[in-house]
């Protein structure tokens, strides 16, 4: 039995060994378990962990629980981690920490249509707790949570901070269509107005449209890039 404990609305299965819960909770979203469920993998150098969605609207908008749950880890380590630490997100789901990345967001669906409603939507995270290697110099842009600064913050605790924190979000989305959400994540995002490569187009990341899809400034057009372009499959 686990010593996480989770909102109301949110309810958890944790899994052990080499058990990945984002599949896990792919699976169990398959045969149709309960939107809420939390799967997820303590072990002492990597977090794991995924939601279960049941959206009501289509792909294109429910896809917006992956940036919700970016912010949601953002708030949730920013509660528990020294002042100093910084947080931001990268559009693909990177996370980063005192700038260089450390884990990830990731996302699966029943559908990939953006103009369908997906029966069901899992957003994993996965975040690193401890360096891969003591040789951390081959990897300068690649951390772990416990080399910058934050070896008090407790998974356990992490993680349910994490799940509260994102259904905050979750609230505010459906509250006002997103505007807040848009707004916080604006100011967490790692490398706007800069050059970048996505789905093999390059370009100046201009910024995100109304469902977070990602604006390309290339040579003689603008490429939106839609987060379902991001979607793993299950």
């Known amino acids: 039995m686990s010593d996480v404990s989770f909102p109301p609305l949110l ?12 599949d896990t909770a792919c699976k169990k979203a398959i045969i149709g378990c309960d939107a809420g469920l939390v799967t997820f993998n303590l072990a002492p150098d990597i977090l794991r962990a995924a939601m279960v969605f049941a959206p009501e609207v289509p792909l294109r908008k429910a896809m917006a629980m992956m940036p919700t749950c970016g912010v949601g880890f953002q708030n949730a380590l920013g509660a528990l981690a020294p002042p100093e630490v910084a947080v931001h997100l990268e559009w693909q789901g990177a996370i980063r920490v ?3 990345r450390c884990g990830s967001l990731r996302a699966a669906a029943s559908c990939s ?3 369908a409603t997906p029966d069901w939507l899992v957003i994993g995270l996965e ?4 360096p891969a290697s003591e040789d951390t110099g081959n990897s300068p842009d690649e ?3 416990y080399a910058e600064g ?5 998974a356990p605790a992490l993680l349910e901070s994490w799940a509260r924190h994102s259904l905050h979000w979750i609230t505010r989305w459906e509250d006002d269509n997103g505007k807040a ?3 916080e994540w604006r100011s967490l995002a790692h490398g706007m107005g800069e050059d970048t490569v996505q789905n093999a187009l390059s370009g100046s990341f201009l910024g995100i449209d109304e469902d977070f899809g990602m604006l390309l400034r290339a040579e003689d057009t603008t490429h939106m890039i839609p987060l379902t372009s991001l979607l793993e499959t299950s």
Do not use: I, K, M
């Not at 975040?127 to 401890?130: G, I, R, T, Y």
């Not at 934050?150 to 407790?154: G, P």
């Open 143 to 145: 951390t772990a949570l």
């Open 181 to 183: 959400l848009h707004a």
């Open 150 to 154: 934050c070896a008090d913050v407790e």
């Open 113 to 115: 249509d953006p103009e």
């Open 11 to 22: 309810y958890g299965h944790q899994v052990s060994g080499v058990e990945d819960p984002f």
């Open 127 to 130: 975040l690193p707790l401890w």
């Open 98 to 100: 005192n700038g260089a």
